[in-house]
């Protein structure tokens, strides 16, 4: 890791301060052919960071990577991807398949200062990203419909900072936002896309099981 990485709250916000100007919110490129899910599980302070990649068509898996460690930064509200990037860069790197798109369990631009965890990965890396929460951090919303593929604005004040989505009929919604070079019609479609059966995407359904394997087996 870094030695410059952020070790306090007061240096951590200053970092997301300064890497929120280079969030794109665009689509950028073709469709993806790859898909990569990204989570992280935890036991006091050990941690697994695990990055699934999934074909885009077929939702089979097509490459995985895991990343054992020890948490270096304190849990803190609004931080929490400086608790996870380094561990899951890292994941990223030992992949010999290299993903179109980037699914984190976690927040994009549904934050306070609007540069969660999807916006921190996908600045860093460069590569579309996109949260998809199973609850929001910041905003209000009105309750969407019944049906799949139902959506509400998620807004934080007036200002429209991700989307509730109806990923199957009568079931909680999931709360998706920008993360980098992606707009919210397109971060929505692409997690219906991810949803087939579930409420939670293929993506982070796989990368959840395989970091709490990971963390169980110490591999």
Request: with cysteine.
């Amino acid at each position: 890791m870094n030695s410059t990485w952020p070790t306090s709250a007061a240096e951590a916000i200053a970092v997301q301060e300064k890497l929120r100007g280079l969030v794109e919110v665009v689509d950028v490129g073709p469709a993806p052919r790859h898909v990569a899910g990204l989570d992280v599980a935890y036991d006091r302070d050990r941690l697994a960071a695990a990055v699934v990649v999934l074909d885009w068509e077929t939702l089979r898996e097509v490459d995985r990577a895991v990343m054992l460690g020890e948490t270096t930064f304190p849990y803190v509200p609004g931080l929490f991807a400086f608790r996870e990037v380094p561990a899951l860069l890292t994941a990223l790197d030992r992949l010999t398949t290299t993903p179109d798109l980037l699914v984190c369990d976690g927040q994009g631009l549904a934050h306070p200062r609007r540069f969660g965890l999807a916006c921190h990965l996908g600045v860093l890396t460069g590569i579309p990203s996109i949260g998809a929460a199973k609850t929001p951090f910041i905003g209000t919303h009105q309750e969407p419909a019944h049906d799949r593929g139902a959506t509400a604005d998620l807004l934080d004040a007036d200002e429209v900072v991700g989307a509730t989505l109806r990923t199957q009929s009568g079931i909680k919604p999931m709360y998706i936002s920008v993360g980098h070079r992606v707009t919210l019609p397109t971060a929505v479609n692409h997690v219906l896309h991810l949803t087939p059966r579930y409420r939670l995407p293929e993506t982070t359904r796989t990368a959840d099981h395989l970091s709490r394997e990971a963390l169980r087996d110490g591999r």
